[in-house]
């Protein structure tokens, strides 16, 4: 089974930037980045695929930026311009499977790293 260690968390104002990492025991088709805020759902942040096809949900496009190191094994989470509502857990995931916005359907996860914005 995949192993997921984030980190990179951290507090910050609004508008600056954290860089997020996650060193994983071997990437897989899928690698992604969760992130789940108190009293909300899990919700899917950005993805990037073995073709290094990534994907972003609104609220972050164009302020964050995903990539992985396949020589290190680790994705990294750019994140600039960072607002309030960002505030979250964030959680890398990984799967064999395409790219989705299910977490469920993601078999691997790390234990998260938090990023909060004042």
């Known amino acids: 089974h995949v192993q997921l260690v984030e980190s990179g968390g951290g507090s910050v104002q609004a508008g600056g930037s954290l860089r997020l990492s996650c060193a994983a025991s071997?990437?897989?088709?899928?690698m992604a980045w969760f992130r789940q805020a108190p009293g909300k759902e899990r919700e899917g942040v950005a993805t990037i695929d073995s073709d290094d096809i990534s994907w972003y949900v609104d609220s972050v496009k164009d302020r964050f930026t995903i990539s992985v190191d396949n020589g290190k094994n680790t994705v990294y989470l750019q994140m600039d311009s960072l607002k309030p509502e960002d505030t979250a857990l964030y959680y890398c995931a990984a799967t064999v499977r395409p790219c989705t916005l299910i977490a469920r359907e993601y078999s691997g996860w790390g234990q998260g790293t938090q990023v909060t914005v004042s």
């Open positions: 071997y990437t897989r088709t899928c």
